[in-house]
């Protein structure tokens, strides 16, 4: 029964949300699902009329022009019912388009508000894709409402209403018809709810099975895709037995309503004929109500098969939709800081989902316009100290200070950053440099000084139309090198406005002797600001202020290259074993 109740709660949460979106199309949506519930009402009642009038007819005590009179009457109000479910289906389509749009921006826009550290949560990560999928049944989950309230409702009240007025227990007889459609409505919801719980795990693995399959060259070449094809037909073959599960207990329950529904209009079929019988209700009335018969349960077994069956398969997935975009979250009132002067406090990290400390107690004092360098072995923490620096993962214990402000009250306005996993966005060039500040007016001068340091050569013969060049084959634009597209991310981070950048290693596709070039111009580039660099090649860390040397998530070393070399440690070791391979 909980279930029932959810199942109602949200298809009214879904029906709400999709009125705040587009309430005059909504509304107008409505009225048409209830003058065309009233339409059928009407044909049941002329329908009666005529064959009355035409008995009459047949008996000589009526004028024939009366009963032609209620023939067109009746074909009028077919057509016109006919008309509004023509309207109502393309409106629908029309209306589906304009929620859709809403649906997804406030999805995004949720999105857009969660902490980087959910997107390293499987658990947020599932709760996303959940949600995803829940949006796109939304508006079918808010239409099947609607017309369950207008066209149905409408449809049922005012039929049972002309079946009181011929006998009160036909009336009571047709609403029973509706019980086993209730409760079946129950076990479905609560079956398919349990299916989109226990099934999105399998769904999310088999995509991505899929796309190492389809998406990398890599797995090809390796000969990888025979055993990738295992994998992904072992999870696809478990996900279709839950499905197919949950597909028999769901057949079986709607055999059953079937039946019972069944038995339902033959008893209301013995009714009508005893009533006739007893001359209680006229040939005409029974006529009618025979002829409509078949009309209700049309009706009814949309409703049960279609609509009500389709919701309860989804309403699973509109309430982790619902549930998401509702979700609280903390508002937090931000304020604009100059971020040069940043001061870490026995700061440890934790991922979520692991159990270890990935960086411990870390103190470390950035201060104004100095370029440091981070280095260490694979795994020590660099990149996770720099998104922590960033302030896209807040520290598990300790404290980050801005200006001896907490960084959980700065705005990120004023950061940049460019990673090694960069975006290579299928945009223009101009696009891609000016993605951080598209919506202000581009610094065309800024743009192409850039461009000139950091080696993007605007006049080549590959940038066609300089800055106006499509890049990316996505959409059928020019295809870079590696390094070409790591040349343009680093142009992005440093175009942004910024008082404080990082550089996570965006160098590797770069060949060494242009790397050099390009960190000193990037060294160049920062003056004024406070730089962070992070590099394996020990010989780039030289042009840095301070070199911060990283070992199993602590800070083990910091000085000058020279200052680290004569102290004959960490630093040293590493650099010397680099040296050994150039000499
Ligand atoms: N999303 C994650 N979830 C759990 N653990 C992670 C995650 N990302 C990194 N780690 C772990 O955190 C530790 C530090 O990783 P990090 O990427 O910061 O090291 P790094 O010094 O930048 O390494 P590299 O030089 O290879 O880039 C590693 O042991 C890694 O396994």
Same mark, same amino acid.
């Not at 044909?43 to 064959?51: A, E, H, N, R, S």
């Not at 026995?346 to 470390?364: A, G, Q």
């Not at 300790?398 to 306005?413: A, Y």
């Given at each position: 029964?909980?279930n029932?109740w959810?199942f109602?709660?949200?298809?009214?949460?879904?029906t709400?949300?999709?009125?705040r979106?587009?309430?005059?199309?909504?509304l107008l949506?409505?009225l @048409? *699902?209830?003058?065309y519930? =009233?339409?059928w009402t009407?044909? %049941?009642?002329?329908?009666? #009329?005529? /064959?009355?009038?035409?008995?009459?007819v047949?008996?000589?005590?009526e004028n024939?022009?009366?009963?032609?009179v209620?023939?067109?009457?009746?074909?009028?109000?077919?057509?016109?019912g006919?008309?509004?479910q023509?309207v109502d289906?393309?409106?629908s389509e029309?209306?589906y388009?304009?929620t859709k749009?809403?649906i997804?921006?406030?999805?995004f826009?949720?999105?857009?508000t969660?902490?980087s550290?959910?997107?390293?949560?499987i658990?947020e990560?599932?709760?996303?894709?959940?949600?995803?999928?829940?949006?796109? @049944? *939304?508006f079918g989950a808010? =239409?099947?409402?609607?017309?369950? %309230?207008f066209?149905?409702? #409408?449809? /049922?009240?005012?039929?049972s209403?002309y079946?009181?007025?011929l006998?009160?227990?036909?009336s009571?007889?047709v609403?029973a018809?509706?019980i086993p459609c209730?409760i079946?409505?129950?076990?479905?919801?609560?079956?398919?709810?349990?299916?989109?719980e226990?099934?999105?795990?399998m769904?999310?693995?088999?995509?991505?099975?899929?796309s190492c399959?389809?998406d990398?060259?890599?797995?090809?070449i390796?000969g990888?895709t025979?055993?990738?094809?295992?994998?992904?037909?072992?999870?696809?073959?478990?996900?279709?037995m839950?499905?197919?599960k949950?597909q028999?207990?769901k057949?079986?329950?709607?055999?059953?309503?079937?039946?019972?529904?069944?038995l339902g209009?033959?008893?209301?079929?013995f009714m009508?004929?005893k009533?006739?019988?007893k001359q209680?209700?006229?040939?005409?009335?029974?006529?009618a109500?025979?002829?409509?018969?078949s009309?209700?349960?049309?009706?009814m077994?949309?409703i049960?098969s279609e609509?009500?069956?389709?919701a309860a398969e989804t309403?699973?997935?509109?309430d982790?939709y619902?549930?998401f975009?509702f979700?609280?979250?903390k508002?937090?009132?931000?304020i604009y800081?100059?971020?040069r002067n940043?001061?870490?406090q026995?700061?440890?990290?934790k991922?979520?989902c692991?159990?270890?400390?990935v960086?411990?107690n870390i103190?470390?004092s950035?201060?104004?316009?100095?370029?440091?360098?981070?280095?260490?072995e694979?795994?020590?923490?660099k990149?996770?100290?720099?998104k922590i620096l960033?302030?896209?993962y807040?520290?598990?214990?300790?404290q980050?200070?801005?200006n001896?402000?907490s960084m959980?009250?700065i705005?990120?306005r004023n950061?940049?950053?460019?990673?090694q996993?960069f975006?290579k966005?299928q945009?223009?060039l101009?696009e891609n440099i000016?993605?951080?500040?598209i919506s202000?007016?581009?610094?065309?001068d800024e743009?192409?000084?850039?461009?000139n340091?950091i080696?993007?050569?605007?006049?080549?013969?590959?940038l066609?139309?300089g800055?106006?060049?499509?890049?990316?084959?996505?959409f059928?634009?020019?295809?870079?090198s590696?390094?070409q597209?790591?040349?343009i991310a680093?142009?992005?981070?440093?175009?942004?406005?910024y008082?404080?950048i990082?550089?996570?290693?965006?160098?590797?596709?770069i060949?060494p002797?242009?790397?050099?070039?390009?960190?000193?111009?990037?060294s160049?580039?920062?003056t004024?600001?406070?730089?962070i660099?992070?590099?394996?090649?020990?010989g780039l860390a030289?042009?840095a202020d301070?070199?911060?040397?990283m070992?199993?998530?602590?800070?083990?070393e910091?000085?000058?290259?020279s200052?680290l070399?004569?102290?004959?440690?960490?630093?040293?070791?590493?650099f010397?074993?680099?040296?050994k391979?150039y000499f």
């Amino acid at each position: 029964m909980e279930n029932f109740w959810k199942f109602i709660s949200y298809s009214i949460k879904s029906t709400i949300l999709m009125f705040r979106f587009e309430p005059w199309r909504m509304l107008l949506k409505s009225l @048409f *699902a209830f003058l065309y519930g =009233v339409s059928w009402t009407l044909q %049941i009642v002329l329908l009666q #009329t005529f /064959f009355d009038s035409a008995q009459r007819v047949s008996e000589n005590t009526e004028n024939i022009s009366n009963c032609l009179v209620i023939l067109l009457g009746m074909i009028l109000i077919y057509c016109i019912g006919q008309i509004l479910q023509g309207v109502d289906t393309c409106y629908s389509e029309i209306l589906y388009i304009k929620t859709k749009k809403h649906i997804n921006l406030r999805l995004f826009k949720k999105i857009d508000t969660m902490s980087s550290l959910s997107f390293e949560d499987i658990d947020e990560l599932e709760k996303i894709n959940k949600a995803i999928n829940g949006g796109n @049944f *939304a508006f079918g989950a808010s =239409v099947i409402l609607i017309d369950t %309230i207008f066209f149905y409702s #409408t449809y /049922f009240i005012l039929t049972s209403g002309y079946l009181y007025t011929l006998s009160p227990l036909l009336s009571v007889s047709v609403l029973a018809i509706f019980i086993p459609c209730f409760i079946s409505n129950i076990i479905e919801t609560k079956g398919f709810k349990n299916l989109e719980e226990t099934s999105t795990p399998m769904r999310r693995e088999c995509e991505y099975y899929e796309s190492c399959i389809i998406d990398t060259r890599e797995t090809r070449i390796l000969g990888a895709t025979h055993y990738f094809n295992q994998l992904y037909f072992s999870s696809l073959k478990k996900l279709n037995m839950l499905v197919l599960k949950a597909q028999l207990k769901k057949n079986l329950i709607r055999l059953i309503v079937g039946v019972i529904t069944i038995l339902g209009y033959g008893v209301i079929l013995f009714m009508l004929v005893k009533l006739v019988l007893k001359q209680e209700i006229t040939v005409g009335a029974f006529s009618a109500v025979l002829a409509s018969i078949s009309m209700v349960f049309t009706f009814m077994s949309d409703i049960i098969s279609e609509r009500i069956g389709w919701a309860a398969e989804t309403m699973g997935t509109v309430d982790n939709y619902i549930s998401f975009i509702f979700e609280d979250k903390k508002s937090d009132s931000k304020i604009y800081q100059d971020t040069r002067n940043i001061k870490l406090q026995d700061v440890s990290f934790k991922y979520p989902c692991s159990e270890k400390e990935v960086l411990k107690n870390i103190n470390l004092s950035l201060t104004d316009n100095k370029t440091i360098a981070i280095v260490g072995e694979n795994g020590s923490g660099k990149s996770t100290l720099a998104k922590i620096l960033l302030g896209l993962y807040p520290p598990t214990r300790g404290q980050i200070l801005v200006n001896d402000i907490s960084m959980c009250d700065i705005d990120s306005r004023n950061y940049s950053a460019v990673f090694q996993k960069f975006c290579k966005y299928q945009m223009t060039l101009k696009e891609n440099i000016c993605i951080a500040d598209i919506s202000k007016n581009i610094d065309y001068d800024e743009v192409h000084n850039i461009c000139n340091q950091i080696g993007i050569t605007l006049s080549s013969d590959k940038l066609v139309n300089g800055l106006d060049t499509f890049i990316g084959r996505e959409f059928d634009g020019i295809e870079l090198s590696g390094g070409q597209w790591q040349r343009i991310a680093i142009a992005r981070g440093i175009y942004r406005e910024y008082d404080f950048i990082i550089l996570d290693e965006p160098t590797s596709a770069i060949d060494p002797l242009e790397e050099f070039n390009l960190y000193n111009t990037f060294s160049k580039l920062c003056t004024e600001k406070t730089a962070i660099i992070i590099t394996h090649r020990l010989g780039l860390a030289k042009i840095a202020d301070a070199i911060i040397v990283m070992k199993e998530g602590n800070i083990v070393e910091m000085g000058t290259h020279s200052e680290l070399i004569s102290k004959d440690g960490e630093y040293k070791h590493l650099f010397d074993t680099q040296s050994k391979w150039y000499f």
